[in-house]
């Protein structure tokens, strides 16, 4: 059995024996939250919509596996908390899926192919999976994710001004990283053009694999960056420190005007 609700419910809604699914129909909505007490028996939530910004507002433990999205979005509010029975607290599917993250979600979050979004200044407990597609994720200031962050094949962005304590992974595609906070576990490039702009603090490793690409610093980088195959640049910004600097095949160009190999 399968509930779509678009209005208001009263009373208590038992789905009864079977494998049963609650579907909010999201179209039109920017984060409105969603009360689950009627629903009872209900095995599987399903929220849809018309693309990643028509969001559901949700929280709390709920006795759901994980919450289904199709080409729609979540959004947690500040102080809220949200998670689910099983390990993934949030699957996507192909559609343009989104995650508004401003409090807090408990798992991981697998959100499969399409263009998806995230965004928030909350904390992210798990590993975040945005698959393949042009994904882009915006960890604002005051934001924390625990595990690793990975993106799948496309053309992705990642701006960053809080806390990643995982490696970031881009996957192949022309990439385009933005950090002005720390990105703890350290950033792994694919076979693409990527970019690296960075004012805050790189740690764990930094490899970016084949393609032309290109690295501004203004912050601190405290270990080697491997640049890979290619025609690549790196240019050390003055106030930059950076560890050394590896290249591979290719003629790659290094501009000094802070401090290498610190």
Known sequence: QKLTNQAALSGTVDGGDGTDTVNIDATGATGQAFAFAPFISFESLMVSGSGASDRAGLSGALAFSTINLSNAGVSVAAGETLSTTGPVTITGGDGADGVFNAGTIAGDIALGGGNDVGSGAGAFAG???????????????GGTIAGPVTFGAGDDALSNAGTIAGLVSLGDGSNSVTNSGALNGGLLGGAGADTLDNSGTVAG????????DSVTNSGTISVLTDLGDGANSFTNLSGGTAAAIMGGAGVDHITNAGTLGS
């Not at 590993?127 to 200031?141: I, K, P, V």
Request: zero cysteines; a negative charge.
């Open 127 to 141: 590993a975040l999976d945005l698959g393949a597609g042009a994904n882009s994720l915006t960890l604002d200031a």
């Open 205 to 212: 490793q930094l490899a970016l694999a084949g393609g032309d």
